[in-house]
């Protein structure tokens, strides 16, 4: 059968084979021979690597990978099976799935299906059998890149199969957050007592990062990416956040004007990932796209406040151009750059010095992953009683 097409117009057909030839094809030309693996047939998206270890059903299920094929570096996936409890939003959001050794039986107390089953009902098609090693290897010295994956009848001459993806869309450019959203307000209610109220924009946000903010005593109110400044106050809110997603922070307008009217009120501000990213261009910074970005559940940041080092979960291929050093004036007041990569010196972070307001380029809710910046949450709630006192 056919699955209906994604948002990005790939038509998948769905079939479970994972003894099937497959082929990847990247937009340089270069290929890599398979096996089928979830469902049959063909996709489109940018071809990325994540490093994490762990975690793979929190990667699949982050809103953030909408319109990217994923390739695994860890080269045993899926031992553990999938369960109904680790989803971070409501499907699967890579448009493809490559790995090198694919579990042949998954154990684990809590799995209640194989990954290749999900794959598989959720019409995602994947790759398996590859050398995921020299994969990274060539996108790392060639960078992120268009890729398409065929199997089955979507097989055909490699010549024409290369042509099919250098037509697909690229991502510089691209405006998703629509795309992931959710289409309706919902609240996440305090757990506990409750002590503030937070409007989040949602922008791909993952199921745990709201779950983090309850654990605090906050009602979150999570608002569609297109939300209006009207329709932000209007659940009174004492702290204003704006959540990871996909696509280009250059194409992102509305988000960046809903921000700069947040920032004239002087509301408390958080901001993650993509909120980052909104935030620098908010202040009037240019964003670019990285080479091959950050993805993956170990990433070294520093927090320049503290000169603490911090192990933290990343995805994201674009980042803020700021100056390192030094505060920096803004229409909004000063503001610093507050965090950085140990890797590459890549912004990770920015804070403002007149008003309450700050934001991270990665993940501290870490899940999948490590806990050591969950303290920016306890940060947050900080901002919010000062602003409240």
Same mark, same amino acid.
């Given at each position: 059968?056919?699955?209906?097409?994604?948002?990005?117009?790939?038509?998948?057909?769905?079939?479970?084979g994972?003894?099937?030839?497959a082929?990847?094809?990247?937009?340089?030309?270069?290929?890599?021979?398979?096996?089928?693996?979830?469902a049959?047939?063909?996709?489109?998206?940018?071809?990325?690597?994540?490093?994490?270890?762990?975690?793979?059903?929190?990667?699949?299920?982050?809103?953030?990978?909408?319109?990217?094929?994923?390739?695994?570096?860890?080269?045993?996936?899926?031992?553990?099976?999938?369960?109904d409890? &680790?989803?971070?939003?409501?499907?699967?959001?890579?448009?493809?799935y490559?790995?090198?050794?694919?579990?042949?039986?998954?154990?684990?107390?809590r799995?209640?299906?194989?990954?290749d089953?999900?794959?598989?009902?959720?019409g995602?098609?994947?790759?398996?059998?590859?050398?995921?090693?020299?994969?990274?290897?060539h996108?790392? =010295?060639?960078?992120?890149?268009?890729?398409?994956?065929?199997?089955g009848?979507?097989? #055909?001459?490699?010549a024409?199969?290369l042509?099919?993806?250098?037509? #697909?869309?690229?991502?510089?450019?691209?405006?998703?957050?629509?795309?992931v959203?959710?289409?309706?307000?919902y609240v996440?209610?305090?757990?506990g007592?409750?002590?503030?109220?937070?409007?989040?924009?949602?922008?791909?946000?993952?199921?745990?990062?709201?779950?983090?903010?309850?654990?605090?005593?906050?009602?979150v109110?999570?608002?569609?990416?297109?939300?209006t400044? =009207?329709?932000?106050?209007? +659940?009174?809110?004492?702290?204003?956040?704006?959540s990871?997603?996909?696509?280009?922070?250059?194409? %992102?307008?509305?988000?960046?004007?809903?921000?700069?009217? +947040?920032?004239?009120?002087?509301?408390?501000?958080?901001?993650?990932?993509?909120?980052?990213?909104?935030?620098?261009?908010?202040?009037?910074?240019?964003?670019?796209?990285?080479?091959?970005?950050?993805?993956?559940?170990?990433?070294? +940041?520093?927090?320049?406040?503290?000169?603490k080092?911090?192990?933290?979960?990343?995805?994201?291929?674009? %980042?803020?151009?700021?100056?390192?050093?030094?505060?920096?004036?803004?229409?909004?007041?000063?503001a610093? +750059?507050?965090?950085?990569?140990?890797?590459?010196?890549v912004?990770?972070?920015?804070?403002?010095? &007149?008003?309450?307001?700050?934001?991270?380029?990665?993940?501290?809710? #870490?899940?999948?992953?490590?806990h050591?910046?969950?303290?920016?949450?306890?940060?947050?709630?900080?901002?919010?009683?000062?602003?409240?006192?």
């Open positions: 059968m056919t699955a209906p097409a994604d948002p990005a117009g790939t038509a998948r057909t769905v079939g479970r994972r003894k099937e030839p082929v990847l094809v990247l937009e340089d030309g270069r290929t890599f021979r398979g096996r089928a693996y979830g049959v047939g063909e996709t489109f998206g940018e071809a990325v690597f994540s490093t994490g270890m762990t975690g793979y059903q929190e990667t699949l299920t982050d809103p953030s990978y909408h319109r990217q094929v994923v390739v695994m570096t860890a080269p045993h996936v899926g031992n553990t099976g999938v369960n409890e &680790d989803p971070e939003s409501r499907r699967i959001w890579v448009s493809g490559v790995v090198r050794d694919p579990a042949r039986i998954p154990s684990n107390w799995s209640v299906r194989s990954l089953e999900e794959l598989t009902d959720q995602v098609v994947g790759i398996s059998g590859v050398d995921t090693r020299a994969l990274t290897r996108l790392r =010295e060639r960078g992120a890149m268009r890729v398409g994956i065929f199997s009848a979507a097989l #055909a001459d490699e024409a199969l042509e099919r993806v250098r037509k #697909a869309p690229q991502m510089k450019g691209a405006d998703l957050c629509g795309e959203s959710t289409d309706q307000p996440v209610p305090a757990l007592e409750k002590r503030f109220t937070v409007a989040a924009i949602d922008l791909g946000i993952k199921g745990m990062t709201p779950h983090r903010m309850a654990e605090r005593g906050i009602e109110h999570v608002l569609p990416a297109t939300a400044l =009207e329709q932000v106050y209007a +659940v009174n809110p004492d702290g204003v956040f704006f990871n997603g996909p696509g280009d922070p250059a194409a %992102a307008e509305h988000p960046v004007a809903l921000m700069r009217g +947040v920032l004239e009120r002087g509301t408390p501000l958080f901001g993650i990932c993509f909120g980052n990213q909104i935030l620098g261009r908010a202040l009037g910074l240019g964003t670019f796209k990285l080479k091959y970005g950050h993805r993956g559940i170990n990433q070294p +940041v520093q927090d320049r406040a503290t000169g080092v911090e192990v933290t979960a990343h995805n994201h291929g674009f %980042a803020v151009d700021a100056p390192l050093d030094g505060a920096f004036d803004t229409a909004f007041g000063r610093e +750059v507050s965090h950085v990569c140990l890797n590459d010196n912004v990770e972070g920015l804070r403002l010095l &007149d008003r309450p307001g700050f934001s991270v380029q990665y993940h501290p809710e #870490a899940a999948a992953g490590p050591d910046a969950a303290y920016l949450f306890d940060r947050f709630v900080t901002l919010m009683e000062g602003q409240r006192a």
